[in-house]
Structures are given as structure tokens and as C-alpha cells.
């Protein structure tokens, strides 16, 4: 390896815990094309059994460190060819681990415009600012007098002595020492502060939190700070960023402790004799004018790098944690889209998803064709013998809700089991291509039916062919960096696809474009070869597929099921390459490898270290081993859903004291989001999540957990419900003293877009404020 890349494997080695021959091993594989659940499954013994979360992590931090070893050869190469490139310098940016300490140590060669600096300097005065920093007997007026020039600009002693002070602050405000000093300082003693522009009180007034607010840096929250840089780049709050000894000065003219930081720093000693004046000026000048504006903007920068990486990784458990919920099997299955004017929309799909019929009844406003309806939802149910019916939870799910429990006790031989299901993007879905090209023949309306249904079969399968971003379990999505977003929700949709695993012959387009190593291109050319020759009998007819080459199979196959193949292995999680070793264990029990599947009381008697070989070391074969086992395990929950109260379909239904079952719906870093089906989620603030002390509410739920909660309060015209899961919580008695605004720290997730159908993740109150101090 070379002297780079061996620093690049050693800081990551220190970063991730991870021995230096692991990190080695895993960025090798990447660089050949590996995925990172393919690393993270089949190659432990490589890797020394790094997971996925630590392969991403990896994979980040990889590409962060290439971006700085370029720019360490660019900054050196730079310097070297200014002839301004030392010993001392040349380990300095050596040993710089992140890019602001190299670019703060590149600050006074790297190439700028014409500066005050550079004119005083091309006016002759570096020799002036040289001799009053250097000479402490110095007269700096004395001596200014003998630069005087008319020609350059100096034509008289203040401009020769600002052209001196001009050199001076670059100089002092290019310290990579006093920038890394200031910068740590104010990450650990200072504070943000919001305050609200004269005049915008009133439009701002879901900010109202923030008009005057101030909290330290080392302890903003994420959505705090997402709310604050929002309503400052909306117009309605101005941030300040400083050490908050000095907003309490009663002179604001005094003197900022950063600057005699400056002096100190640089290396000065300032006191009452003119020389001493000047540079007390000078460090003054420095912090003031160069440093100060420029420190606050990075602060800021920071802050909302940090937030918005929080924001992001909340996304991204969220999204697992909905993916991975517990699919209600293979079972002919009615989808119900409702709606009041426009009708209820419904489709029946068999156990593979395929639609079997569609239709719209009216039974709500104005037609009121409720046991019209009833009929023809009961002849569709006992004509498909649907066994699951998934009712959309946006508007008028409730009553479409009652519509079927209506049906259900009229019709006694329906054996179907009714469950209300987030129809989050289900809009986004049946506009998209995808769904054209799935259901050319039916209307957008009628599309969004069968997405729900599909979705109560198998919520993986069908939300990815959904952007993620408009599933509607984000925190303020829409603030944060989009592409680094989308990185990372990609990221988590194919780990999760991997890990349940897919069946070849009945997967979707956008299913399989998800399988590690395979794209929207491979994957539209398997079932452009499935839908020619029908389903594929083994895994090895993958290789007949265009565009399929070796390294493609190996990366996918072991992550493609095919129930029903010649070889039963082909339905389990063993990849190809590891067959051999299966047909070794058989060979040593005495039964052919069908009869070998599922057997436990013959596998749980051997030892997996019988069969390591030069190529499968023991994790892989006790792998094998767990896998053949119970083949195809599912790694998600058994499925099970929340039984709303009949007698509560709207937020006028509710009354503190009342307990209810829900699922959540959204965990963000304050709280948890349940929808008990009044159309409006309801918070449990983290505060009151358990009756033990929670730092992070997703060690407690995580969305599409099922929940028993208590109401404590309802406020009606703003549309907000705070519960608790602390069911001894007793509800506060009736008060005035609610706030009036809802904040932006209390505003809806940012998810799918608002015309989304007001579904429930997308219209989610983060109203925070009303129920923190009263849950404690």
C-alpha cells in the first residue's frame, strides 16, 4: 500500500474500532465492486464480521477521506510551488485529519483576491507592520512617517498605519492555532440566539418559541435548530452566534474576550504605550472585522450540518423501521381508498398482489349509498374470498371504517379481518410511471386502492416503488441536503430489501432494482426475460438474462428466492457459492440436502468447525448452518395491528383520560407520533414515553408499533393531542394557559407533499410545546 492509503486504513481503522486488516479487507471489496450487504453476508471472514451499519459508516467516511487526501496534494502542491513550503509546514498539513484544519493551514497561501492587506503591502507598508509587531520600542507614528507615499496611496501617517494594521489582522486572522482555539471555544461555551424582526410578530407567529430564545451550542437539538435557521431564512428571526458573556457586557463597546485570544496567540504583549494601543487596535480589528462574521456563518453552517445529519439518520430509522414492519401474508386482499365526494375507491387483489377487480361505491356525502355499498363490498369479499381488507387512512377512513364493520356483522360468513393502513404516498404512487406501467388499464384514482392493499400483503414490496421522501416519516426533510438525504434513504431501502430477501418470480421492477447488485436496468431486463420464458426454475437461469454477468450474480443471487426450484436452496439465504458445503453436511448426516432442510434435530448435533475449509471460514458455516435450519427466516415481526375505538372518529370524540390503542407513526428526537384514528396523529412527548428517564425515543418504539396511550389533552382548533404512555399520568385539569401559536419547533414533519391526500404521516402536529411542561 502506499504511504496514503495506509493513513486512509489506519484513521479508519482508529474511527470505526476495527483492526486495520478488517478495514483493508472491506475497502478492497468496495473498490471491486462489492455491495455492502453482500459484504456484510457473505464475506465475514474477510471483513471479521464488520455489519452493515458499520460498512456504511465505512463507506462515508471512505469517500470523505479520498476528497481529503486530494485536496492534501493539491494544498501541498500549491504551497511547494509558491517556494513558501517548509519542513515544519509540510507535517503540519500532513497530520491534518479533517478539511477545516487543512484549509485553515492552506488560509495564508491559498490565492485571493486583491485585499486591504495586499494593497498596503504592495504600498510598501509590510516593512512598517513588520517593525511594530517585532520591535517593542517601536513608535508606531515615528515610524509610520518614513513610509510616506503619495504615489502608492500613503499620503499621510493614518493611512500608513491602517495599511500596517490591514497587514497585521490577515496575518493574525490566517492562525490556523487562533481559528482552531476560537472555534473550539465556541463549539464548547457559546450560544445561539433567535430573535424575531421588528414587524414580523404576527406572520411569524408559529416562531413565537424563537423570538427570544437562546440556548448553548453544545446542547441545541436538531429541530430546534432546523426551526430556528428556517424561520431566519424565512424572514421572521435573525441568529447571532457568540460567547454569551459577552451579550451580558453592559458596555457593548468593550472589549470581546476573543480578542485578547488574538494577542495571545499571536504572540503579543499589549499595554498603555502607543505600540500597545496600536495592536490592542489591531487584535480588535482582527476579531471584529475579520473574524467575527466569518466564525458565526461557519457556526451556523456547523449547526445545521449537525442538525441535518440528525435529521437524516431519525429519517432513516424511521424508514427501516416501515419497511420492516410485519407483512400480512399472501391473502387475497379488498384495498379501500376512502373518500367523501369522490367515492371509495376499491380494489381486490389476489395473494400475489395482482388485481382481481375494481370499483367506487358512495356511501358518505351526497350520494349516501351506504347499504348500496355494503352490498357490493360483501359480493366482492365472498366472489375473490378476501381474507384481508386494508382500509386508507385519510380522510373519511373512519367512516369507511364503520362501513365495514357494518358489513362484517351483516355478513357473519365473511371471514375477513379489517385493518386501517397509511396510505403516505399512495397519491405520489398512482401518478407515477411505475404505477402506468404496472396498472396501465386502471385510473390514478384507482391505483392508490390497489397500493394499499398491497402494502397490508407486504409493506417492503410495495413501498419501494415510492421515493422514500414521500413516505412521510421525515423531520424536516425538506431543510435538509437533499442529495445527502436521498443517499441515505436509498441506502436504507436496500439493506432492508436484503435482508428479508426477494422471490424472483413474482418481484417487481422496483423491487429488484433494490437487490445488491442489481439497477433499474438489470432489473427491467429479468422480468423482460421472465415475462418471454416464464418463471425462473433455479437461480443459476439468472445467468441466461441480458446484461447479467458472473459479477452481478455473485452479488445478487444469494439475496433471490425462488420457491418451488429443483435445488431447495435456491429458497434460502445460502449463496451458490456455498452449495458445496451443504452438500458436504449431507453427505456426512447420510440424507439427500432436501431432507437435510429444516431438519434442527440433526443439524444442532454437528459442529460447523468440521466443515471449515481454505474458502469458508467458521461465521460463514455457522450461517449455513442457522439458515438451512429454517430456511428463508423473515426478519420481520410477526404481523399484528391496533384495534381503534368505534366510538372515536374525530378529535371532538376525545377526552383526557381516555385510553387508546394506536400505531405510532413517526419518531422524532422529541417525541413519538400515534395515530388512534381521529385523522391527527397525537405526540407522546419523550418525556412521556416511559416512567424511566429516555434519552432517545426510538429505544423505546419505532414506527408501526402498536401502543396503548392515555389522552391528556385536546386542542381542538389547532388540531393538536398530547398523550402519554405513562398511563398513571393523570390529565391536567382545563387551562388557559395553552400557547396561542403553534411553533416551528411544534410544525408537521416535513414528508410527502401536502396535497398528498392529508395522509396521517404527512399531516403529523409536531406540537411539542403544550404538552412538555405538564408531563413531568
Given at each position: 500500500m502506499t504511504q496514503v492509503q495506509t493513513r486512509i486504513i489506519t484513521q479508519l481503522a482508529t474511527e470505526l474500532g476495527a483492526r486495520p486488516a478488517q478495514i483493508q479487507a472491506a475497502v478492497e471489496l468496495l473498490d471491486d465492486g462489492a455491495t455492502v450487504p453482500f459484504i456484510a453476508r457473505y464475506r465475514k471472514e474477510a471483513t471479521g464480521g464488520l455489519d452493515d451499519a458499520v460498512l456504511r459508516d465505512l463507506l462515508d467516511r471512505l469517500h470523505y477521506l479520498r476528497e481529503l487526501e486530494d485536496r492534501r496534494a493539491t494544498v501541498l502542491e500549491s504551497i511547494l510551488s509558491q517556494g513558501k513550503l517548509t519542513d515544519e509546514l509540510r507535517l503540519a498539513i500532513e497530520k491534518a485529519d479533517n478539511k477545516q484544519l487543512l484549509e485553515d493551514l492552506y488560509l495564508p497561501y491559498k490565492p485571493k483576491r486583491r485585499t486591504r492587506a495586499q494593497i498596503a503591502r504592495e504600498a510598501g507598508l509590510q516593512g512598517l507592520a513588520d517593525e511594530i509587531l517585532n520591535n517593542p520600542e517601536c513608535q508606531p507614528e515615528q515610524e509610520a512617517a518614513k513610509y510616506l507615499n503619495a504615489d502608492l496611496g500613503v499620503a499621510d501617517i493614518k493611512a500608513a498605519l491602517e495599511g500596517a494594521r490591514d497587514i497585521l489582522a490577515e496575518q493574525f486572522s490566517e492562525n490556523a492555532e487562533l481559528l482552531a482555539h476560537i472555534r473550539k471555544t465556541l463549539l464548547e461555551r457559546g450560544a445561539v440566539r433567535s430573535q424575531v424582526v421588528e414587524g414580523q410578530e404576527n406572520e411569524g407567529a408559529k416562531f413565537r418559541d424563537y423570538f427570544n430564545h437562546q440556548e448553548p451550542l453544545s446542547q441545541v437539538a436538531s429541530h430546534r435548530m432546523l426551526a430556528m435557521l428556517r424561520g431566519r431564512d424565512q424572514g421572521y428571526l435573525t441568529l447571532k452566534i457568540d460567547l454569551p458573556e459577552f451579550w451580558s457586557l453592559e458596555n457593548p463597546r468593550a472589549p470581546h474576550p476573543f480578542e485578547a485570544t488574538v494577542a495571545s496567540l499571536s504572540r503579543i504583549q499589549l499595554s498603555d504605550a502607543p505600540r500597545g494601543n496600536f495592536l490592542a487596535d489591531v487584535c480588535r480589528w482582527t476579531w471584529r472585522v475579520k473574524l467575527a462574521s466569518s466564525m458565526e456563518s461557519e457556526m451556523l453552517s456547523h449547526l445545521r450540518d449537525q442538525a441535518q445529519n440528525e435529521a437524516i439518520l431519525v429519517f432513516g430509522r424511521n424508514l427501516k423501521d416501515l419497511l420492516l414492519a410485519a407483512p400480512a401474508g399472501a391473502k387475497a386482499t379488498m384495498g379501500l381508498d376512502p373518500g367523501i365526494r369522490t367515492g371509495v375507491k376499491v380494489a381486490v387483489v389476489d395473494s400475489t398482489g395482482q388485481v382481481l377487480e375494481t370499483t367506487t361505491v358512495y356511501p358518505h356525502e351526497p350520494r349516501k349509498q351506504w347499504n348500496e355499498s355494503i352490498a357490493v363490498l360483501a359480493a366482492l369479499c365472498n366472489k375473490h374470498q378476501v381474507a384481508l381488507i386494508a382500509i386508507g387512512n385519510g380522510t373519511a377512513s373512519r367512516e369507511t371504517d364503520q362501513l365495514v364493520t357494518d358489513m362484517l356483522q351483516q355478513f357473519k360468513n365473511l371471514n375477513a379481518t379489517k385493518v386501517m393502513v397509511s396510505e403516505a404516498g399512495a397519491s405520489v404512487y398512482s401518478a407515477s410511471a411505475l404505477a402506468s406501467s404496472e396498472l396501465p388499464e386502471l385510473d390514478v384514482s384507482l391505483r392508490g386502492a390497489v397500493s394499499i392493499a398491497r402494502r397490508l400483503q407486504d409493506p417492503l414490496a410495495e413501498l419501494v416503488k415510492i421515493d422514500p421522501k414521500s413516505i412521510g416519516v421525515g423531520q424536516y426533510q425538506h431543510d435538509v441536503d437533499q442529495r445527502q438525504l436521498s443517499g441515505r434513504l436509498d441506502a436504507v431501502v436496500e439493506d432492508c430489501v436484503n435482508a428479508v430477501g426477494v422471490e424472483l418470480n413474482t418481484a417487481s421492477e422496483a423491487l429488484l432494482a433494490r437487490v445488491s447488485g442489481l439497477n433499474s436496468t438489470v432489473a427491467r431486463s429479468v422480468v423482460a426475460y421472465r415475462n418471454s420464458n416464464g418463471r425462473f426454475n433455479s437461480r443459476a437461469d439468472l445467468k441466461k438474462v441480458?446484461?447479467?454477468?458472473?459479477?452481478?450474480?455473485?452479488?445478487?443471487?444469494?439475496?433471490?428466492?425462488?420457491?418451488?426450484?429443483?435445488?431447495?436452496?435456491?429458497?434460502?439465504?445460502?449463496?451458490?457459492?456455498?452449495?458445496?458445503?451443504?452438500?458436504?453436511?449431507?453427505?456426512?448426516?447420510?440424507?439427500?440436502?432436501?431432507?437435510?432442510?429444516?431438519?434442527?434435530?440433526?443439524?444442532?448435533?454437528?459442529?460447523?468447525?468440521?466443515?471449515?475449509?481454505?474458502?469458508?471460514?467458521?461465521?460463514?458455516?455457522?450461517?449455513?448452518?442457522?439458515?438451512?435450519?429454517?430456511?428463508?427466516?423473515?426478519?420481520?415481526?410477526?404481523?399484528?395491528?391496533?384495534?381503534?375505538?368505534?366510538?372515536?372518529?374525530?378529535?371532538?370524540?376525545?377526552?383526557?383520560?381516555?385510553?387508546?390503542?394506536?400505531?405510532?407513526?413517526?419518531?422524532?428526537?422529541?417525541?413519538?407520533?400515534?395515530?388512534?384514528?381521529?385523522?391527527?396523529?397525537?405526540?407522546?412527548?419523550?418525556?412521556?414515553?416511559?416512567?424511566?428517564?429516555?434519552?432517545?425515543?426510538?429505544?423505546?418504539?419505532?414506527?408501526?408499533?402498536?401502543?396503548?396511550?392515555?389522552?391528556?389533552?385536546?386542542?381542538?382548533?389547532?388540531?393538536?393531542?398530547?398523550?402519554?404512555?405513562?398511563?398513571?399520568?393523570?390529565?391536567?385539569?382545563?387551562?388557559?394557559?395553552?400557547?396561542?401559536?403553534?411553533?416551528?419547533?411544534?410544525?408537521?414533519?416535513?414528508?410527502?407533499?401536502?396535497?398528498?391526500?392529508?395522509?396521517?404521516?404527512?399531516?403529523?402536529?409536531?406540537?411539542?410545546?403544550?404538552?412538555?411542561?405538564?408531563?413531568?
Open positions: 441480458p446484461r447479467l454477468g458472473d459479477k452481478t450474480f455473485e452479488q445478487a443471487a444469494g439475496f433471490l428466492r425462488i420457491h418451488g426450484a429443483s435445488n431447495p436452496l435456491d429458497a434460502s439465504a445460502v449463496h451458490p457459492e456455498a452449495y458445496g458445503i451443504v452438500e458436504k453436511i449431507a453427505v456426512k448426516v447420510g440424507q439427500p440436502v432436501d431432507k437435510l432442510i429444516g431438519n434442527s434435530q440433526v443439524l444442532k448435533g454437528l459442529k460447523p468447525e468440521e466443515f471449515v475449509d481454505e474458502r469458508f471460514g467458521l461465521p460463514t458455516i455457522k450461517d449455513i448452518l442457522g439458515e438451512i435450519e429454517k430456511p428463508g427466516r423473515d426478519p420481520r415481526p410477526s404481523f399484528k395491528t391496533a384495534k381503534f375505538d368505534d366510538k372515536v372518529h374525530t378529535l371532538q370524540d376525545l377526552k383526557p383520560g381516555m385510553m387508546l390503542e394506536g400505531v405510532v407513526t413517526n419518531v422524532a428526537n422529541f417525541g413519538a407520533f400515534v395515530d388512534i384514528g381521529v385523522h391527527q396523529d397525537g405526540l407522546v412527548h419523550i418525556s412521556a414515553l416511559a416512567n424511566t428517564f429516555v434519552k432517545d425515543p426510538h429505544s423505546v418504539v419505532k414506527a408501526g408499533d402498536v401502543v396503548k396511550v392515555k389522552v391528556l389533552e385536546v386542542d381542538i382548533p389547532r388540531k393538536r393531542i398530547a398523550l402519554t404512555m405513562r398511563l398513571g399520568d393523570e390529565a391536567p385539569r382545563a387551562s388557559a394557559s395553552a400557547p396561542k401559536h403553534r411553533s416551528a419547533d411544534q410544525a408537521r414533519p416535513s414528508s410527502a407533499p401536502r396535497s398528498d391526500r392529508n395522509s396521517a404521516p404527512a399531516n403529523n402536529a409536531f406540537a411539542a410545546a403544550f404538552a412538555k411542561a405538564r408531563q413531568k
